[in-house]
Each structure stands twice: as structure tokens, then as C-alpha cells.
């Protein structure tokens, strides 16, 4: 089973630091709800001291050159703000840049690494996600290395600018960091406008794990895909749950009749056709008009540079007509 990304309970509120799989597990119940401030105080000329997003004072070397990423989306704004040659080892999951493929694997796999490992590699600064366990972010500071935690597990693109740009801070790239945030808020800026002059709002159902297929978990209000999916153009068939990422039945399905549906879950064993081939779906408008989509996941889980990319791929299955060319 592949590691899961951020906006699940842990598997399925790991939907989001890389991608899905099967059930969910719940999630630590001590997660900030709102990111602190990036700010570096400068005290001796190597070293800084910052306020990471579990609200921690942190002090690492002002000038780092040995990097190590707990989380693959970590590990893409590493390389996004130009520090890529830094990063000396990456977890099991990290898949993106193309770069990452021949960095040594520090584990990962039910939130577990290999500290031994870690410690030989001897890095100025480990990153940690908002889902990496705090036994683990505690048993590296303990072993005397800087563990820098980025992200919450209240998400929103807000927030991942914000990451961006404490994970700058960090790392003395703050310039690189306010650019890189600027030129994603760019196209999102485009893409809302673009999204504004659709005609009709579809309804949506966003598949991220059918395990069971007669009880396949869904997205509800309060959470980082429902955001994108409300962003792109549609309407959520659950936006009314109690739930962030409600369980639900095939009949709640059925009965909310989308007019899209899209799978989050497809590169982890579910097909469109067998989506399609589900008994008493024929009867959904999205079904009947073949408007099955799977998506990557990793664009629209992982809380990183690549937030935007998820947003138009979104955007692009919802509303084809308006990126159609004249």
C-alpha cells in the first residue's frame, strides 16, 4: 500500500503528503489549526532560530547544506525553491522532482524511519510533515538534529504559501520563496477568473477510496480537496456530510446523481471501468454520460508547489469546455 497525503485521517488524511490506498486511521488529535508566522531570529552569525508550523522553536545552521525530507511535499518545495543539490536523502514516497530517484530512502512506511540511517547522514536539518508522527520528530530532536515541522493539518492554499515561505525562511531563500508564492498566486488568480465564466456548477462526486465498494470514502466540507473541487466549478454531492472524509454508501451515491465523478484513487487498483461496471450506477448522469475521470493524486494531495497544477486538472474535468481551444 502506498503512502497516503495529507487531508485524511492519517491514510486518508495522508491523501495528501503523497497518496491514497485504503482505510483511513485517525488523526493525532494535537495538530495546530493555524500556521504560525515565518520569522527567523539571527543569533549567532551560524545559526538562526525560527518558529516552525507546530508553533516549536528550532535552531538551525543559518547556512545548511545537508537536507533531509520526511514527506514528498517536503521534499518538492525543497527542490521548488533551488535547494535541491542540499537534499541528501528523501523518504520512501518522495517521487517528485525526477531528481529525487537517486537519493538514498530513509523510510516512511506506517510513519516509522530509519533513524539509524538518518543519523549517519549526518543532516544540518531534517523537514517533517504535519502527519509525520511526533515520535518521530521527537526522537530525532533528542538525537540532537534540527527537525523543522512544515504544514498543518488544517490545509488551504494559504497555508501552503505559508509553508513555502517559512521553509525559506529556514533556508535563507526568502526572495526565492516570495517568488515562487507570487507565481502560484498568479495562475490561481487566472484560473478563478476563468473558472467565474462557466454557465453551469455540475455536481461532483470525488472518489479517494473504494476499498469496499458498496461504502467508499468520499470528501465533505472542511477539508483541502473539497476547497479544489469547489474552486474548480462543481458542486460537492457531500458537502452537507459531518465528515471531512465521510464514509459513504453506493445508494448515497446514487441518490446524489453527480454529473462528474472523479477518482483520486485510481492509481491505487481502481479502474474507470470498474467504476462504470458497479451494480445499479448506470443510472448516475455521470455514468451514463461517461464523465469518469481519474486524477493525480499527487496533485491534489500533497500541500506543495504543485497545489495549482491539482486545481487546473481539477478544473479541467469539471469545466473541458472552458479550456477548449477557439
Not at 30 to 46: S, W
Not at 267 to 274: H, I, L, M, R, W
Amino acid at each position: 500500500m502506498k503512502y497516503k497525503s495529507l487531508f485524511i485521517p492519517t491514510l486518508l488524511l495522508a491523501l495528501m503528503l503523497s497518496a491514497c490506498g485504503s482505510a483511513p486511521i485517525a488523526a493525532p488529535t494535537a495538530a495546530p489549526t493555524q500556521l504560525p508566522v515565518a520569522t527567523a531570529v539571527l543569533q549567532e552569525p551560524d545559526t538562526r532560530t525560527i518558529t516552525d508550523s507546530a508553533g516549536r522553536e528550532v535552531t538551525v545552521p543559518a547556512d545548511a547544506a545537508r537536507l533531509i525530507s520526511l514527506a514528498p511535499s517536503t521534499t518538492e518545495i525543497l527542490f521548488a525553491l533551488g535547494a535541491g543539490e542540499r537534499v541528501i536523502a528523501v523518504d520512501d514516497f518522495s517521487d517528485f522532482p525526477a531528481e529525487v530517484g537517486n537519493l538514498p530512502r530513509i523510510g516512511g512506511l506506517d510513519y516509522s524511519y530509519n533513524t539509524e540511517q538518518i543519523v549517519a547522514l549526518e543532516p544540518d536539518i531534517v523537514f517533517a510533515a504535519a502527519i509525520t508522527s511526533p515520535e518521530a520528530v521527537q526522537q530525532l530532536t533528542q538525537l540532537g538534529i534540527s527537525v523543522v515541522v512544515v504544514g498543518t493539518f488544517e490545509t488551504t492554499f494559504e497555508s501552503v504559501f505559508d509553508d513555502i515561505r517559512l521553509m525559506g525562511t529556514v533556508l535563507g531563500r526568502t526572495a526565492t520563496a516570495d517568488d515562487t508564492v507570487a507565481a502560484m498566486q498568479q495562475r490561481l488568480a487566472a484560473l478563478t477568473d476563468l473558472v467565474a465564466t462557466a454557465n453551469t456548477t455540475p455536481r461532483v462526486y470525488w472518489e479517494i477510496d473504494a476499498t469496499d465498494e458498496t461504502k467508499p470514502y468520499s470528501i465533505g466540507p472542511g477539508n483541502f480537496i473539497d476547497d479544489i473541487l469547489t474552486r474548480a466549478g462543481g458542486v460537492n454531492i457531500f458537502a452537507t456530510s459531518d465528515n471531512p472524509y465521510p464514509q459513504v454508501s453506493a445508494e448515497q451515491v446514487v441518490a446524489g446523481d453527480p454529473q462528474v465523478i472523479i477518482m483520486s484513487n485510481a492509481a491505487y487498483g481502481t479502474t474507470v471501468e470498474s467504476l462504470l461496471a458497479r451494480p445499479g450506477w448506470d443510472v448516475i448522469s455521470a455514468v451514463r454520460e461517461q464523465r469518469v475521470y481519474p486524477i493525480d493524486d499527487n496533485l491534489v494531495s500533497r500541500p506543495g508547489p504543485r497545489i495549482v497544477d491539482g486545481l487546473e486538472a481539477a478544473a479541467r474535468l469539471i469545466h473541458p469546455e472552458l479550456f477548449a481551444l477557439p
